[in-house]
């Protein structure tokens, strides 16, 4: 089985940062695209930022310039460095992952619990 553990969400004011993490654990033979998802209350998740394993990265338009999205592949963790926190940053934010857990076998996505993330005005 895959465990997707995600921590560092919590209230902020706005301006302020946080730093979220997301590890894999169990067996996983190699993690390919990692991605941080939000949801706010009423409205659908969305994507705010993927990095492939090679380190490319890509963001939703509303947080450019704002979040920085990196992995450590030996610790199979990924982080989502949020900076000027806006109060539409609010939600539940979600860590996603294609891992493959043997070198014959197919990838799967899966997904971590969901870290809330309050922000103040």
């Known amino acids: 089985q895959v465990q997707l553990v995600e921590s560092g969400g919590g209230l902020v004011q706005a301006g302020g940062s946080l730093r979220l993490s997301c590890a894999a654990s169990?067996?996983?033979?190699?993690?390919?695209?990692m991605g941080w998802y939000r949801q706010a209350p009423g409205k659908q998740r969305e994507l705010v930022a993927h990095i492939t394993s090679g380190g490319s990265t890509n963001y939703a338009d509303s947080v450019k310039g704002r979040f920085t999205i990196s992995r450590d592949n030996a610790k199979k963790t990924v982080y989502l460095q949020m900076n000027s926190l806006k109060p539409e940053d609010t939600a539940v934010y979600y860590c996603n992952a294609d891992i493959r857990r043997f070198s014959f076998s197919s990838s799967y996505n899966w997904w971590g619990q969901g870290t809330q993330v309050t922000v103040s005005s």
């Open positions: 169990g067996s996983i033979f190699s993690v390919n695209t």
